[in-house]
């Protein structure tokens, strides 16, 4: 089979290895296809903090069940399936308070342990999921980052009729925003630089899509949502200019969920946070009912996937699917990798 690894930042190799048969309680899965995400971004340009290379990337994924191993009775040749990426220890003190999406050791596919970039991928049986009947390939490899944002928005509690800001436009914060109006949000506000980013959001029926650069967000949020402005914030870019937002935006006593990954130390007033008694709050990855969650709200319809898929790239193209991103910037939602040519 072939295998993409990047060896150095910019750089990616194809080898061929033999495929790996799956042993006791495994499934051996055909990779269709992989999503590009914005940590893997970060790989590519030598900016992710806890990546060494060479590695094999690949962990927002979809593909078709060829055989299982021994002791597998819940998959079957042919079924659709995405992958739960996380590689944990089971023993830590957050794994066993059932928190193992912050498992002391955690891994990650693609970034500290081999990822789907290969045209057959061995897994866990117990980190497989079936697709719904009616999911796409397409969709199947997007369950993932939506799953980031139903974990997300869950961090900060119930958002039923709650007013949400949302700061960033880019996949995961167009997901947050599309998860918090699914999840019953009364209004969600969504704010980016990009006109591109947020022709898509207001596509995928966000209330109010606002671009920074022009608009006067806090005057905007005073109005769209009244004098008692956002009741959640979630920082959805990863930077210094967003997460200052967020703080000086808040009102007393709110809080930001920081989503957005931060390649560079971040920098925020802390006086302000202290001054309001303001609540930030991390939010890493996700569980398996994140997982089950994701893939209700994709085959509701309570997620609209479509609009987001800026392209596809064939597989022995992964390096011409960067490109693609850094030339594009921020003209670029999701892009696919198809591993193997099924369109379906």
Do not use: W
Request: aromatic share 6%; charged share 25%.
């Amino acid at each position: 089979m072939l295998q993409a690894v990047m060896t150095a930042p910019g750089k990616i190799e194809f080898v061929q290895k033999e495929i790996c048969e799956p042993g006791s309680g495994q499934v051996l899965i055909k990779i269709m296809r992989i999503g590009v995400c914005g940590s893997d971004i970060h790989v590519y340009h030598g900016k992710h903090p806890f990546t060494p290379y060479p590695v094999v990337q690949g962990h927002e994924v979809s593909g078709e069940v060829v055989r299982t191993g021994e002791g597998v009775t819940e998959f079957r040749t042919g079924d659709k399936v995405t992958i739960q990426p996380q590689v944990t220890c089971g023993r830590c003190y957050p794994c066993r308070q059932g928190s193992y999406h912050i498992c002391d050791g955690l891994k990650v596919m693609g970034f500290q342990t081999e990822g789907a970039a290969s045209e057959f991928f061995t897994a866990d049986g117990g980190r497989v999921l079936k697709l719904p009947d009616g999911i796409s390939f397409d969709e199947g490899a997007m369950v993932e980052p939506v799953a980031v944002a139903v974990h997300a928005l869950g961090r900060g509690g119930d958002v039923s009729g709650k007013k949400v800001l949302v700061l960033g436009g880019g996949p995961i914060g167009n997901l947050v925003a599309q998860a918090a109006k699914a999840k019953g949000a009364g209004a969600v506000i969504i704010t980016d630089l990009s006109e591109y980013r947020l022709e898509i959001a207001a596509k995928c029926g966000i209330d109010y899509c606002l671009n920074s650069a022009k608009a006067d967000i806090e005057r905007a949020i005073k109005e769209k949502f009244g004098p008692d402005k956002a009741d959640l914030i979630l920082e959805c870019v990863g930077v210094n200019a967003t997460i200052d937002q967020a703080v000086s935006f808040a009102r007393k006593g709110s809080d930001i969920i920081a989503v957005g990954v931060f390649s560079e130390k971040a920098g925020i007033d802390m006086g302000l946070v202290q001054d309001r008694e303001l609540r930030i709050i991390g939010t890493l990855m996700y569980q398996r009912c994140d997982y089950l969650k994701a893939m209700e709200l994709i085959k509701n319809g309570g997620i609209r996937l479509k609009p987001l898929i800026t392209n596809h790239f064939a597989f022995k193209d992964y390096l011409k699917a960067y490109k693609f991103i850094q030339q594009q910037k921020s003209n670029v939602m999701k892009v696919m990798i198809d591993v193997n040519d099924q369109q379906s």
